[in-house]
């Protein structure tokens, strides 16, 4: 209903205009600007969801206007409403990727939950390398990988299991939607509360040094890692067939729709006996009959594509 | 449950880290420096100590190469939690027989995350 009020941003901008020269004493002010905040807000989310796919709350206005106020006083951006409009037609890039960078601020750590890593390490890695025994190749895709630390997490196990995988071609693919969040990775630079949260000491001292204030992550283990930027709205098709892909905690705040068809892509990607890690609280029901679910709560295997049939003429 | 003796010479810093312990449901106790600590140990050996390094009397260094040295000293689980955070303090701590290591300042995600590495939550 509040939509059909304001059926254009046109309208929208009147309105805005209106309420600016309005004596502010007067009662229906308050509710006109209510109407309008929320007007804005929907508006708002569906960009945002068109955009990145993330379903916001439409209780998350302060939240959402929290986030994006150093941003949008930053790029003299007045409000929601102007911001919106800049993303429904891409009018300033550094600014929506801003924007991106600040909504997309995720909780992340080394060896996250710990579980999905050790089911890694005892059963899938095993398993996969028994698999792969003639092509010695194993391609892994952390698709929603925030500052890296997954990445790194599962470069770390891949080296304490090196001596069994001498020889092997190895590759670790980390993307995410924030230009700042895999710069953050590429550097592989961290504070001293991050290398805290689910680092060992001794993974410490084995994999990092001291820069400064910070621990960064050493040469080589950065080298075994690769890094870019990636929409999980987008296909994924150039990125190649991977063995494991790891995207914890990303599709949650999706619509089902948009759910649904980010983890069937990813399906698309996985190879035939590969293994899909979602976080713990994740599930695959949207796209239930691509995965088949494992031991592991948090792991789903592909489901075998099924055969086409031969037609006979 | 089991016991966690606080080895530090700051009260701060132990009432700090007696909350966050009692709140990851350990028992607690504290010693205001290594020599008091090893006294405690004497007294009744806890499954866990958490250990400053900058302590008056004894440092915490010396005071886990006493400890390691005491009957039934090599069973309690040693975490350093302590300003001092080169690789070089680090990796003594380590090799002297520390299981792991805090770097101040701390809150209760990274005693509970270190607590895990070592089988303890």
């Known amino acids: 209903m509040v939509d059909a009020l304001f059926a254009s941003s046109e309208a929208l901008l009147v309105m805005r205009n209106t309420i600016a020269r309005s004596p502010r004493e007067a009662a229906p002010v308050s509710s006109v600007d209510d109407a309008r905040a929320s007007y804005v807000f929907a508006r708002f989310r569906r960009q945002w969801a068109a955009l990145t796919g993330a379903d916001i709350g439409a209780d998350k206005r302060r939240v959402v206007e929290r986030r994006l106020g150093p941003v949008m006083r930053a790029h003299d951006v007045s409000d929601l409403f102007e911001l919106t409009l800049l993303i429904e037609r891409n009018g300033n890039e550094a600014l929506i990727e801003e924007a991106i960078d600040a909504m997309t601020a995720g909780e992340t750590s080394f060896f996250r939950d710990r579980a999905p890593f050790e089911a890694f390490r005892a059963r899938i890695l095993p398993e996969l390398m028994a698999a792969r025994g003639r092509e010695r190749r194993l391609r892994i895709w952390c698709a929603a990988v925030s500052t890296g630390q997954e990445a790194y997490s599962l470069a770390m196990m891949l080296d304490e299991a090196a001596r069994e995988l001498r020889g092997w071609s190895l590759e670790i693919l980390g993307t995410d939607i924030s230009g700042a969040a895999i710069e953050t990775a590429r550097k592989g630079i961290y504070t001293h509360l991050e290398v805290q949260q689910g680092l060992s000491t001794t993974h410490l001292l084995r994999y990092f040094h001291r820069e400064e204030e910070n621990w960064r992550v050493n040469e080589h283990l950065r080298a075994r890692v690769a890094f870019g930027r990636f929409n999980l709205l987008s296909s994924p098709a150039e990125l190649g067939a991977f063995d494991v892909i790891l995207c914890r905690n990303a599709v949650t705040s999706f619509a089902p729709e948009a759910k649904r068809g980010v983890l069937e892509r990813l399906a698309g990607l996985l190879a035939e006996d590969g293994y899909l890690f979602l976080g713990d609280a994740e599930t695959v029901d949207e796209a239930a009959p691509c995965f088949i679910p494992t031991a592991h709560p948090s792991v789903w295997r592909r489901r075998a594509r099924p055969r086409p049939r031969l037609s006979l003429v | ?121």
């Open chain 2, 1 to 121: 449950m089991k016991q966690v003796l606080v080895v530090d010479d700051s009260a701060v810093i132990r009432k700090v880290a007696r909350r966050i312990l009692e709140g990851l449901h350990f028992r607690t106790s504290e010693a205001p420096d290594g020599k008091l600590g090893l006294a405690e140990c004497e007294r009744m050996m806890p499954d866990v100590i958490l250990l400053d390094w900058n302590m008056p009397e004894m440092d915490g260094l010396e005071f886990l190469c006493a400890l390691r040295k005491m009957p039934g000293g090599t069973s309690p689980k040693v975490v350093f939690c302590t300003t001092e955070n080169e690789v070089g303090h680090i990796a003594r701590a380590m090799h002297a027989g520390a299981d792991e290591y805090i770097m101040k300042p701390f809150d209760q995600n990274i005693v509970r995350s270190k607590f895990q590495e070592i089988g303890l939550v």
